[in-house]
């Protein structure tokens, strides 16, 4: 997969929006971004996905540059139940399996 | 959203016995599942790809006579791990893709294996 370069830890009061940044500078042009989550001893859950476009579901917004060098994962009104792992993967075509980096621990403070 | 449930959520078993581990696709066939593993404070780490009604690829490292891994039907994957050891008391994902254009991944709950 491509490497994915993630801050080790994030604080975000509960409430306010975390923003979660990710760094794949080495992207090629027809792969995704994926972003999961793991909350303490649970599997991986998805969350959202994009290519180019900026999406948003009822979990997230994912916010990709033009240059698809970088993006950001936006909870908009985090609760205590977000703080957890947060994996921003990103799949080398043709390999179906997902590699986990090291990830972003989120806490989410009361 | 789809659904993949593992069954069971956890294990206890002695030192040398046999341990399976289902894990089903609840909403959406999947032609290939994964089996990861993950050690306390580590990340996940990929044991193997399943592909339904063909040999698992096992990734370097992983002995496949030790973990053996079933894809008999297009929602049910199993891993057996064989002669259990205290080493190998760990948390066991498993995932399912969903056959789309971008192949999207989901996780199963996990189960923790541990050997005494």
């Known amino acids: 997969d491509a490497k994915t370069t993630q801050p080790p830890s994030m604080d975000c009061a509960e409430g306010r929006a975390a923003n979660l940044p990710c760094n794949h500078s080495?992207?090629?042009?027809?792969?995704?971004v994926y972003w999961y989550r793991q909350i303490h001893s649970q599997g991986p859950q998805y969350i959202i996905h994009?290519?180019?476009n900026n999406e948003t579901n009822e979990m997230a917004s994912l916010i990709i540059t033009e240059d698809r060098k970088s993006s950001t994962l936006i909870l908009p009104h985090a609760t205590l139940r977000d703080t957890a792992v947060y994996y921003c993967?990103?799949?080398?075509?043709?390999?179906?399996?997902?590699?986990f980096g090291s990830g972003t621990r989120l806490q989410v403070q009361p | 959203g789809a659904v993949v449930s593992q069954h069971p959520s956890w294990v206890i078993c002695k030192s040398g016995t046999s341990v399976k581990i289902e894990c089903r696709s609840l909403?959406?066939?999947?032609?290939?599942m994964f089996w990861y593993r993950q050690f306390p404070k580590q990340s996940l780490m990929l044991m193997a790809t399943?592909?339904?009604?063909?040999?698992?690829?096992?990734e370097q490292g992983v002995e496949k006579d030790k973990f053996l891994i079933n894809h008999a039907s297009l929602t049910l994957s199993t891993l057996t791990v064989t002669s259990a050891h205290p080493e190998d008391s760990s948390f066991y994902i498993c995932?399912?893709?969903?056959?789309?254009?971008?192949?999207?991944?989901?996780f199963g709950p996990g189960t923790r294996l541990l050997v005494l």
């Open positions: 995932s399912a893709r969903v056959r789309n254009t971008e192949e999207t991944q989901y």
């Open positions: 080495t992207i090629s042009g027809n792969e995704y």
């Open positions: 994009g290519l180019k």
């Open positions: 993967i990103v799949p080398r075509t043709g390999r179906r399996a997902l590699t």
């Open positions: 909403d959406f066939q999947a032609t290939t």
């Open positions: 399943s592909n339904e009604g063909s040999k698992a690829t096992y």
